[in-house]
């Protein structure tokens, strides 16, 4: 199966057992997460393959219409009317760049969904809904999409699926009280959510790279 994204490949040893897909936020693209892959120090006894893909252009309402990469299109700021038929086309390239991994060897219990900002929307919302039992889910400076349609819409097999969400308390993009409140969501609906907060703004911090590290070692270290 071919999938449509462009991506850029990154991996810690030869023959890779486990793959991290890692989407983008908003305007941003591949290589945005790419220089993060050293500094996560990943022992070498667990090779990971980390896949970064771009974001198709479209335009963003919010950006006055003007085309970047983008997950889905944000109407407003701090939330109201979600593009669900944008997040649900984006799920479904997730889905694909899921089943190029499997078709490459590595079982779907060994691929973990990571994203940031919107990137990490798509991730709360494909992980979930995934007919296979995944590694995990890294969702960073974000928030749940769709809430009201995921009860009936996950798979059973994903319950337990452990899920870190991370937030910087002066996040001027996504409030703390929205990724707070999908966090709350998550929670009222079963799943292990792994939750911190840092003293930062929209973005990426040392201490969090470490906890990124230490979760991953934890979930695919332990899986036979």
Known sequence: MTHPLETIEVETGSQPVAAVIWLHGLGADARDFEPVVPEL??????PVRFVFPNAPQRPVTINMGMRMRAWYDIFQLGGGPEDEAGIRESQGLLEKLIATQKQSGIPARKIVLAGFSQGGAIVLQAAPRHAERLAGVMALS??????GDLEKERKAINNDLPIFMAHGSFDPMI????????????????YAVEWREYPMPHSVCPEEIADIAAFLVRILGSIP
């Open 142 to 147: 974000t928030y749940l999409p769709l809430q």
């Open 41 to 46: 120090r990943l022992p070498a006894s667990l």
């Open 175 to 190: 409030p703390m009280a929205r990724a707070a409140q999908s966090r709350d969501a998550l929670a009222a609906l079963g």
